[in-house]
């Protein structure tokens, strides 16, 4: 059974980066596609990027220019920065598995999700 | 950017009674539409993806339809574990987007 877990710290100073990692369980993250996806409280999904390679990454225009994704095999994790934050970042923030079916693009497994707060 | 809008925002039923949901498009997103279902408190749960096709384990109480702009999920004789919001995603288009979502809540 595969599971992801994401973590990093849960209050973030204005301006600053956001730093998250989703480390998988139960299958290796290589062959797959990497999504994170936030949920301000109360309100819709918003998907923030996706990553294969590390030089394969697609990301949401509105979030290209403060973030950066990466993966390690090694470690099985997937990660996000998003510098630069603002209160308009707080969220809770998912990361996802891409379905494995070629030119499909929805998500089969979830984290549990990760709150983060932009407050000094 | 492909802007997904659901309606209603809020959808009131009793249970053993059927559910309408509805997701539009700003434009075209063929047969790349996928429902989500969300518990508070959780991560959202797949559904149905392209359009019409459950995903493992989904009852089939749960039904999609639709095409181009226009797309429907339908849950029949509603169980009390139905209740919770519900979204659309498209994946025609980059960025990947989702509908604002519809919150069923028992009548």
């Known amino acids: 059974q595969v599971q992801l877990q994401e973590s990093g710290p849960g209050l973030v100073k204005p301006s600053e980066t956001l730093s998250l990692t989703c480390t998988v369980s139960g299958d290796s993250i290589s062959p797959y596609y990497w999504s994170w996806i936030r949920q301000p409280a109360g309100k819709g999904l918003e998907w923030i990027g996706r990553i294969y390679l590390p030089d394969d990454t697609i990301y949401n225009p509105s979030l290209k220019s403060r973030l950066t994704m990466s993966k390690d095999m090694s470690k099985n994790q997937i990660s996000m920065k998003l510098s630069s934050v603002t209160a308009a970042d707080t969220a809770v923030y998912y990361c996802?598995?891409?379905?494995?079916?070629?030119?499909?693009?929805?998500?089969?497994?979830w984290g549990q999700g990760t709150l983060v707060t932009v407050s000094s | 950017e492909r802007v997904m809008t659901q309606s209603p925002d809020t959808l009131s039923v009793s249970p053993g009674e059927r559910a309408t949901l509805s997701c539009r498009a700003s434009q075209s997103v063929s047969s790349g539409l996928a429902w989500y279902q969300q518990k508070p408190g959780q991560a959202p749960r797949l559904l149905i993806y392209s359009v019409s096709t459950r995903a493992t384990g989904i009852p089939a109480r749960f039904s999609g339809s639709g095409s181009g702009t226009e797309f429907t999920l339908s849950i029949s004789s509603l169980q009390s574990e139905d209740f919770a919001i519900y979204y659309c995603?498209?994946?025609?288009?980059?960025?990947?987007?989702f509908g604002q979502g519809t919150r069923l809540e028992i009548k």
């Open positions: 996802a598995r891409e379905t494995p079916v070629p030119g499909q693009r929805w998500f089969d497994y």
């Open positions: 995603q498209q994946y025609d288009n980059w960025p990947l987007t």
